[in-house]
């Protein structure tokens, strides 16, 4: 019984590992960080891709951002108009 359980943790390990070691390219060895293949531009379709969709949402948040500024600046001066008015009814003097 043991013996099974072993050889299936060997099997299920070796397994695991496969698709990981088919993933390098031929004469590279190391990690993409190392390799500096983080920086080159690919060949590879995929690889492009995601670099495309990378940038879009990059420049996506930079004016989702830019949006936010302007809407916090908005919902300031409301928030101050509000409280305004609130104080002006608190002390009994009508703002209209």
């Not at 590279?28 to 080159?40: F, L, N, V």
């Amino acid at each position: 019984m043991k013996q099974l359980i072993s050889a299936v943790l060997v099997a299920s390990a070796l397994i695991g590992a496969a698709p990981v070691l088919a993933q390098g390219t031929a004469g590279t060895t190391g990690t993409p960080a190392t390799t500096g293949a983080s920086t080159e531009q690919s060949n590879d379709s995929i690889v492009q891709m995601r670099s495309e969709i990378r940038a879009a949402r990059s420049a996506y948040n930079v004016k989702v951002r830019a949006a936010n500024k302007v809407r916090d600046e908005k919902v300031a001066v409301a928030r101050a108009e509000r409280n305004k008015a609130i104080s002006a009814a608190r002390s009994g003097t009508s703002g209209s």
